[in-house]
C-alpha cells in the first residue's frame, strides 16, 4: 500500500497505529521530489537526509527515484552512493549536479539507472563499466557528458541517450546490447 504513496505521506502512517511506526523504513520504493515540499529546500533536504539514514539497511529497495533541481553536486552523489549501497535495483536521479566517478560505487544489484538533467563528468562510467555486473539499462537524458571516453559493458542491454551534449568523443562497446537510441544528440568536440 505504502508503494503508491509520496514519501512523506507514507512516513505520516507511522502516526497512525503503533503497529505502522517503521513501516515506512522499509517501503521498496523511495521517492523524493522537491515538488512535494512546494519548493521548500530545507524542509526537503531534512526530510531526506533523516528518511535515507533510518531506512531499513536489511529492507529490499526495488526503485529509487530522487528529484531536485537546486541540491549541491556532493549531495547529489552522497545520495545516489548511499542508495545504490542499499541494493537499489532501479535508480532515477533529476537534478542539476555534477557526477563522476566516486557518485557510482560497486553494485551487485543495479539493474537500472536513469540521469536526468546532470553534469557527467570524467570518470563516471568507469564504475557502471566495471563495477555494476548487472546493469542492463543505461538512460542520459538532457545530460552534459563532459570528457567522457567510452561507455562499455558486458551486461548492458539498452542504452538511451536523449538530447545530451557530448564533450569529445564518445565510444560505446556493449558486446550484450541489443538496443540503442541516439536521439536530438549535440556534440562539440575540441580542436
Known amino acids: 500500500m505504502m508503494y503508491f504513496l509520496p514519501m512523506p505521506e507514507a512516513v505520516r502512517t507511522s502516526l497512525l497505529s503503533t503497529s505502522w511506526r517503521y513501516l515506512w523504513a522499509s517501503t521498496p520504493y523511495i521517492r523524493i521530489d522537491h515538488h512535494d515540499f512546494m519548493d521548500d529546500n530545507e524542509k526537503m533536504e531534512k526530510f531526506r ?24 553536486s556532493t549531495t547529489c552523489t552522497v545520495w545516489i552512493r548511499h542508495v545504490i549501497m542499499h541494493k537499489v ?20 544489484h ?22 555494476c555486473r548487472v546493469l542492463q539499462l543505461l538512460q542520459l537524458e538532457d545530460c552534459v557528458l563532459v570528457d567522457l571516453k567510452e561507455i562499455s559493458s558486458r551486461s548492458l542491454k539498452v542504452l538511451h541517450i536523449i538530447n545530451c551534449l557530448i564533450t569529445g568523443s564518445l565510444l560505446i562497446c556493449a558486446s550484450n546490447l541489443t538496443h540503442l537510441s541516439i536521439v536530438d544528440m549535440h556534440s562539440h568536440s575540441r580542436a
Open 89 to 108: 535495483r532501479n535508480h532515477h536521479v533529476s537534478g542539476l549536479g555534477h557526477l563522476d566517478s566516486s557518485a557510482i560505487p560497486p553494485s551487485n
Open 49 to 72: 537526509d533523516r528518511l535515507l539514514l533510518l531506512r531499513d539497511s536489511t529492507a529490499f529497495l526495488d526503485e529509487a527515484r530522487i528529484i531536485d533541481h537546486t541540491v549541491a
Open 110 to 131: 543495479l539493474k537500472t539507472i536513469r540521469l536526468q538533467f546532470l553534469i557527467l563528468g570524467y570518470g563516471l562510467f568507469r564504475p557502471l563499466n566495471y563495477d
